[in-house]
């Protein structure tokens, strides 16, 4: 398995990045990409046009599971698909306003699989303002995936690193 942060680069810069938290602690498991307008990376469009790699959204609504959500591209996931048909995961790394920026002007990011991790537990993130009701920040989305693989020691430990920083 593998997790691809698609970085902002402002985020790199920023104390309150989480996703840096997962690239310290997990491993092998997670990588950064530096998100590019005019210059996709490569890796990610190959992997997206072969379907081998779905796109994280965050929305807490109910218990952690996999959703569907608007618009799905040609390899819809439904209900009854798992996330375990996937091995690499996509999780646009930045502010909530920067990911939509980057999912608007990236069109090959618009062709991916999608999906949404749903869990009852807010958000617990309090180092940035404007966080949207609901929306989780990149080490929870990371926490919750690595859950639903079945990766609870990497998960549990990337939580209290979490708790940590969060403080």
């Not at 404007?130 to 430990?157: F, H, M, R, S």
Request: charged share 20%; net charge neutral; proline share 4%.
């Amino acid at each position: 398995m593998k997790i691809f942060l698609l970085t902002h680069e402002r985020e790199l810069r920023r104390v309150t990045n989480t996703g840096a938290i997962a690239l310290q602690h997990a491993g092998e498991i997670v990588e950064r990409i530096v998100w590019q307008r005019v210059n996709p990376p490569a890796l990610l469009t190959r992997l997206i046009a072969n379907n081998a790699a779905i796109l994280l959204y965050s929305n807490a609504q109910s218990s952690a599971k996999i959703s569907s959500v608007e618009p799905l591209p040609e390899h819809t996931i439904t209900d009854s698909m798992s996330l375990d048909r996937y091995d690499n995961i996509i999780i646009i790394d930045s502010t909530w306003q920067e990911a939509q920026k980057i999912f608007n002007q990236s069109p090959y990011l618009k062709q991916a699989a999608q999906f949404t991790v749903k869990t009852e537990n807010s958000s617990s993130y309090k180092l940035r303002a404007n966080q949207p009701e609901g929306g989780l920040c990149t080490i929870e989305c990371i926490i919750e995936v690595l859950k639903l693989k079945g990766e609870y020691e990497i998960a549990a430990n990337l939580a209290i690193k979490f708790a940590d920083f969060n403080r």
